[in-house]
């Protein structure tokens, strides 16, 4: 038998269950592995579902690499003699199916008492109360303890402007997030105008019953006004989690990268891929850790101060960052460059041009669901690869470090967020791992690490020690 083709990594977010017709051959279950198997796919479970007098009925279940790849799987298990595939069910899309998130009443509501208490008359005096004393509104209501997840749908995942509808499976992931991982009430609010002026005028209106806003999804530069602007008029933190989630996550796995290679932030030079909400947010907050050698990427080329024909948000990322004055391709920005940070698309990073970047390379391809190099090619160049796959080492995942925001803000009854706060997330995440763990396969902690929302949201909160200088003070000897 033929070697299987080489592809890309299986991915459980490709999870297909085939209930298979058999006939009496039990032969054909092996037959069945063995042609998933050689097909690239990973089978995780056969269950023989019912027997019968005229064959079997059995539910295969395996992983792929994309939705073509399942497809070619399933035809391949069904030109195998004996075998009928009778139905193909999509794991992914039945876990969606009536949504992922639901209220509860966190009161009991069995008896006239309790109603009279959670709702009239009773309700009537805390609601005058908390006109009398609105201070008291995050601590009486739901309010303390809530966020408003925002979203317009003009940039959902890396998969473009697919609109309110499309966006609310991603808005309410991002609900169940927050409640798994920091216990808080996140509510998926997708609005059907993409207006900056509406946008704005919408959220400053629901804004009264959210303890803060998590803006989602927004596409560049739109994302910069709608931020700046409500920031203005809002007296609860505002968050871009494209932008500053993101940031904070690749500062912490930076630090512990640079780490492993013995170099520091201060001197470093660094390269990233992408000019969008993401890398600007990056290069902002790489900047404010001591980051002075930064050069921009983008489809225009390397961003130059001197370069008169960029639009004005790139003009402005522009004017605070290159200042050897780089121009050309990608491929020029990376001689001699420290560190690459992807966060554009797939595949503009060649491998050979990792050779020509500083002793020990560090490479973070972060573009989802497909990277600007494939991890494992990257790691035959790179001293230390991170990118957004969960199938790989070093997976930079927003998840690190929202849910740790918000419940440090909330229980700080925060007005709003600093860059401060960011430099402080980004340090108690890269300090979750110890110096014992630390290797070029672990500079970044799981996100199943109950330690990583406690850390960030102390920090956030303030009352962690002040976060170490990201200067190299932690570099190890």
């Given amino acids: 038998m033929s070697e299987a083709p080489r592809r890309a990594a299986t991915s459980a977010s490709y999870s297909i269950t085939m209930r298979l017709h058999t006939t009496l051959d039990h032969t054909l279950i092996g037959a069945v592995a063995t042609s998933i198997a050689h097909g690239g796919g990973i089978v995780t479970a056969i269950d023989v579902a019912d027997s019968r007098q005229e064959g079997l009925v059995v539910d295969v279940t395996f992983s792929a690499t994309d939705a073509e790849h399942s497809r070619e799987l399933v035809d391949a298990v069904g030109s195998l003699a004996g075998i009928t595939v009778h139905k193909v069910s999509d794991r992914t899309f039945l876990l969606h199916i009536g949504g992922k998130i639901e209220v509860r009443s966190k009161v009991p509501l069995r008896t006239r008492d309790d109603l009279s208490m959670a709702y009239t008359p009773g309700v009537g005096r805390v609601s005058t109360a908390l006109a009398e004393h609105p201070e008291d509104v995050a601590k009486l209501t739901i309010k303390g303890n809530s966020v408003a997840v925002v979203t317009d749908g003009s940039a959902v995942l890396g998969l473009g402007n697919l609109g309110p509808g499309a966006a609310l499976p991603v808005m309410e992931g991002k609900a169940a997030l927050f409640k798994q991982f920091a216990d ?86 660094v390269v990233v891929a992408g000019a969008g909400a993401a890398g600007t947010a990056i290069v902002t907050l790489l900047m404010a850790a001591g980051v002075t050698d930064v050069v921009v990427w983008d489809r225009e080329g390397c961003l130059s101060r001197d370069d008169d024909s960029l639009p004005s948000a790139k003009a402005a990322l522009a004017a605070r960052t290159n200042p050897r004055c780089v121009r050309g391709t990608l491929h020029h920005a990376l001689h001699d460059a420290d560190v690459f940070i992807g966060v554009s698309g797939p595949g503009v990073l060649d491998a050979a041009w990792i050779d020509d970047m500083a002793p020990d390379p560090v490479v973070f391809a972060l573009a989802n669901p497909d990277p600007e190099i494939d991890p494992a090619e990257a790691a035959k160049h790179a001293a230390v690869v991170a990118s957004g796959r969960s199938d790989y080492p070093n997976q930079i995942n927003n998840v690190l470090a929202f849910p740790g925001v918000f419940r440090g803000l909330l229980d700080a009854r925060a007005s709003d967020i600093t860059t401060d706060m960011l430099l402080r997330a980004a340090a108690a995440i890269a300090g979750v791992v110890t110096d014992d763990q630390l290797n070029a396969s672990f500079i970044i902690p799981s996100v199943f690490n109950p330690e990583v929302p406690k850390a960030v949201a102390a920090a956030v909160r303030g009352d962690a020690a002040p976060p170490p200088a990201f200067s190299g003070s932690r570099v190890a000897p």
Wanted: glycine share 6%; aromatic share 4%; net charge negative.
């Fill in 184 to 269: 808080i009430d996140a509510w998926p609010i997708c609005l059907s105008t993409q207006d900056t002026d509406k946008i704005v005028e919408i959220v400053e209106g629901i804004a009264p019953g959210f303890g803060g806003i998590n803006l989602e999804d927004i596409a560049a530069p739109r994302c910069f006004e709608i931020e700046r602007r409500l920031r203005e008029r809002l007296d609860i933190p505002v968050f871009h989690d494209d932008q500053h989630g993101t940031a904070i996550v690749v500062l912490a796995a930076l630090e512990n990268a640079l780490r492993c290679v013995h170099k520091q932030i201060d001197t470093a030079r």
